[in-house]
């Protein structure tokens, strides 16, 4: 499913906002002095400059994502400080992840599948940030009475297949704090909500269209009232967007380790 860059640009300052800070900086210890990091689904490097500032200079980026427009926006920015890998990430034995310190992802686990996670974590011995993933819960001030139906049916569209199998959507975070813990890694999770206001009246109504074009393809017809009703109240609307943030360390793992043996 394709992204535009207008929309990442969009929903990048409610998105670095959002990030969970403990987490983030347990992340960034995670990675080490010598961070060697590979963020699957990069987009245009959103990741890269939520962590760049707590980082060692130095920091090498592996930037992984299929769509070549994201991708270029993300070079002509971050020059020499990331490689870009063109990668259907559905194909695990692709991934770019040797000698890697941390692997990371931003908004992008809502879209697998248990399987696609399970077979992950199978395959990675490293820590994993995962942020921003969306989790089902939509708070909007004032309320409208289609907001709970609305929800519904934008929910079940997350679970919908997303180019890994049926979506984890906004289970997302449940089922990946489940597989690491059942694979033995150590988990941390925190909310990581998005609380938008009249400031952000256009990530609103580009959310709002996103929302109703979802829920009206599950066949919930009320969905182009509803988003008549809520771009026209942008103005004067609170809205809480649900997302969570995990970081899973293997097994054993102890952080600021690295940093003691050199
Ligand atoms: C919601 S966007 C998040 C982008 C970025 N991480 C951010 O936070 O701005 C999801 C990203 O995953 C990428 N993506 C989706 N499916 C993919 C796949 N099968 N292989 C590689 N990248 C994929 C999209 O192109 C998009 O850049």
Known sequence: MAFSKQWLALREQSDHAA???????KAV????????IVDLGSGTGSTVRALEPFLPEGAEWRLVDNDDSLLEVAGAELGDRASLHR????????????NATLVTASALIDLVSRQWLEN????VQVPVYFALSY???MNWMPENSLDNSITQAFNNHQRSDKGFGSALGPDSVSVAEEVFKSAGFDVFTAPSSWQLGPAEEELQQALVQGIAEAALETGQQDAVFWAEIRTSQARETDCTIGHGDILAL?????LGAQHAKT
Do not use: Y
Request: glycine share 6%.
């Open 87 to 98: 990668l259907d990430i559905s194909d695990l034995e692709k991934l770019p992840l040797e």
């Open 29 to 36: 210890e995670a990675a080490g002095e010598n961070p060697v």
């Open 250 to 254: 293997p097994k054993d793992f102890e």
């Open 135 to 137: 989790d089902g819960v």
């Open 19 to 25: 990030r969970d800070a403990q987490l983030l900086t």
């Open 120 to 123: 992950f974590v199978e395959k």
